[in-house]
């Protein structure tokens, strides 16, 4: 069975169900400054999980494409991709776990014809911190399934993946206990970051086992379930929505509860055919092989490079149709970085110009069956990438005359030149390399280093320039120092917003457990403006806006673009903006250096600590995500 076929059966079988089929929603969403693209299957249907009515009832399905630039830098292993297809069911307060886990387990055995010896589930263990149960129901349910197969299903007590990688798999365990980091889903992800109010719960995961073979047990430790190796896939999750948060902190069972399931296409459409390699469905097998056709190479001596072309320019086929052209803003970026990174693999497998009319025909086929709702510019898709094709490839022209002017009044080429050309010609570094080695030009001995010498230089002269803003910088570039990065870029928004639109940073220091922000104020700020400010940052982080970033002009940034920054005379002629929110109507727009989150729900819940004088007229904040 081929993945179009997966989708329509599994269309076809939610509607036996009593489920209403509903039409996907657009990648690029409209009149939603909140993310850049749809990113799963629940998103278009999130004001109906968290309570306001659907007009098709209690019980919808759908089959919904979605884009996660988060994933980009891991496209070329034999799983990742960017676009991807979400199957999905939903219960608006109407079933629950029986009938969810029965349905699910009947469609992939009964239905999709996978054997129930290759599948494993994982369930939440519970969190006696909040008083919140191990998830025995569901558990209970699967055994109760898996014996109707034919098969015992042990229970396995994990806690933490790590355990899991020093355990591994024990004889006849298929049912394994997991806790919140891997089992528990709320808008903010862990228990800990679930906001107020939001419905919340335990999930259930499906994985399919590929076989022991393909673990590597020096990489990734043991296999089970959770583990980072290929011989486990997930292919499916169920959300069961049976708790909310309450204003305390704590959490209660909802008195109306849903299930938000969902199933990746490509995935399910793998374990079909038994293989753990996603490129080769049917959705992606037909460009790879078009791929080995333009270059006259093969697949298996090319993975990386064919799939990150397959992988991209189907997302950017998706996008095109949906009437998105490359930019340098927000979706626009986006876009126009697919089709580049596409292109410079296409030039490393040798594809000369214009491959795009061939690929894009093909991957075409595969989407007639989507909706002209979803894809209404279709018919221009294709002459929108060729464009950008051409005008990067012109880029790239321009690069090779500079590089050989650089040759012309040099023996050998240095780092430094090869930086150069990167920097202020667009040309990328492997290129350069690549062409001197085909024409013959020296290089220098320690021209990586000296690359690499370049390129500190720059991000040195990016800090130097953004001192200014945060004296005292961070302490590191670790994922929780980076969540605290942003939060003060809400902070002194919310500041501006609320309390003094002339206020702006003093200085910060920013750890792993807390962030410290100084700000000129003449005042002790009351109670009811440190709550005010709290819940405008609280309420941002909520939104899970989309953070951005892009290089600009020093007078384009500061004059058209109002990016919020204090020593211009001292920034670099060009230098980094990051955006928070809507490009167009910013929640925060600042100088910045970076790094940052991609977007705000994942910061947690932010808390003033303390409001404190830190010298004459200006005030210093003292906060914590928790």
Avoid at 324 to 339: D, E, F, H
């Amino acid at each position: 069975m081929n993945a179009s076929e997966i989708r329509q059966k599994y269309l076809e079988f939610q509607e036996k169900k009593g489920h209403k089929v509903i039409a996907p929603a657009p990648l690029v969403l409209e009149n939603d400054p909140t993310t850049l693209f749809t990113g799963s299957g629940m998103q278009p249907l999130l004001r109906f999980l968290l309570g306001e009515t659907h007009p098709d009832g209690t019980r919808l399905t759908d089959s919904q494409p979605c884009l996660r630039l988060q994933d980009i830098d891991d496209v070329g292993d034999p799983r990742h991709t960017t676009v991807f297809e979400m199957l999905g069911n939903w219960s608006l307060g109407d079933y629950f776990k029986e009938e969810q886990i029965r349905n699910c387990f009947e469609f992939l055995t009964k239905e999709i014809g996978l054997n129930p010896e290759k599948i494993y589930v994982t369930c939440f263990i519970g969190n006696e911190k909040y008083g919140i149960p191990r998830d025995d129901q569901a558990a209970k349910i699967w055994q109760e399934v898996f014996k109707e197969a034919g098969i015992e299903a042990k229970i396995a007590e994990i806690g933490e993946a790590k355990i899991g990688d020093e355990r591994g798999i024990k004889e006849g365990e298929r049912i394994f206990f997991y806790n919140d980091k891997e089992n528990w889903w709320s808008r903010g992800g862990g228990i800990e970051s679930t906001p107020i109010g939001d419905p919340c719960g335990p999930d259930s995961e499906i994985f399919y086992d590929f076989g022991e073979d393909k673990q590597d047990v020096e990489k990734f430790g043991k296999s089970h379930p959770a583990s980072d190796g290929a011989r486990f896939m997930e292919i499916g999750n169920q959300v069961f929505m049976q708790y909310k948060r309450n204003e305390d902190g704590t959490f209660s069972e909802l008195e109306k509860k849903n299930v938000d399931f969902g199933a990746g296409l490509e995935r399910v459409a793998a374990a079909a055919i038994d293989s753990f390699d996603v490129f080769k469905i049917s959705l992606l097998r037909p460009i790879i092989e078009k791929l080995e056709e333009l270059s006259g190479k093969t697949y298996d001596n090319n993975t990386d490079e064919m799939r990150i072309i397959a992988d991209h320019l189907r997302g950017a086929y998706l996008l095109a149709s949906q009437g998105l052209a490359p930019s340098n803003k927000a979706q626009g970026y986006a876009l126009r970085r697919l089709i580049r990174r596409a292109i410079l693999k296409a030039l490393d497998l040798g594809i000369a110009q214009d491959f795009m009319r061939e690929t894009i025909s093909t991957i075409e086929k595969e989407y007639n069956s989507l909706p002209d709702s979803i894809l209404t510019n279709r018919e221009n898709a294709l002459s929108i990438l060729e464009k950008e094709e051409h005008t990067f490839r012109q880029t790239l022209n321009k690069g090779l005359k500079e590089l050989q002017k650089l040759t012309n009044k040099s023996e050998e080429l240095t780092g430094h030149d090869l930086f150069k050309l990167q920097d202020t010609y667009g040309f990328p570094f492997e290129i350069s390399v690549e062409e001197a080695f085909r024409q013959n030009i020296k290089l220098s001995k320690d021209y990586k280093k000296e690359f690499e010498e370049a390129l500190e230089e720059q991000r040195n002269r990016s800090k130097t320039a953004s001192k200014g803003m945060f004296k005292g910088g961070l302490e590191d570039h670790g994922e929780q120092t980076t969540k605290y990065h942003t939060a003060t870029h809400l902070l002194l928004a919310a500041l501006q917003k609320h309390i003094d639109s002339s206020i702006c940073q003093k200085g910060s220091n920013i750890t792993a457990d807390r962030l410290r922000f100084d700000f000129n104020l003449d005042h002790k700020m009351t109670p009811e403006e440190i709550k005010t400010v709290e819940d405008q940052v609280n309420k941002w982080i909520k939104a899970d806006l989309p953070v951005s970033f892009d290089e600009y002009d020093k007078d384009y940034a500061k004059n058209t673009l109002k990016a919020h920054g204090q020593f211009w005379e001292k920034y670099p002629d060009k230098l980094k903006v990051y955006t928070v929110g809507d490009f167009d109507n910013p929640t925060s727009r600042e100088v910045c250096g970076g790094p940052h989150v991609e977007h705000t729900g994942v910061l947690g819940t932010f808390k003033i600590k303390k409001e404190e004088s830190s010298s004459a007229g200006v005030r210093r904040i003292k906060a914590v995500l928790e």
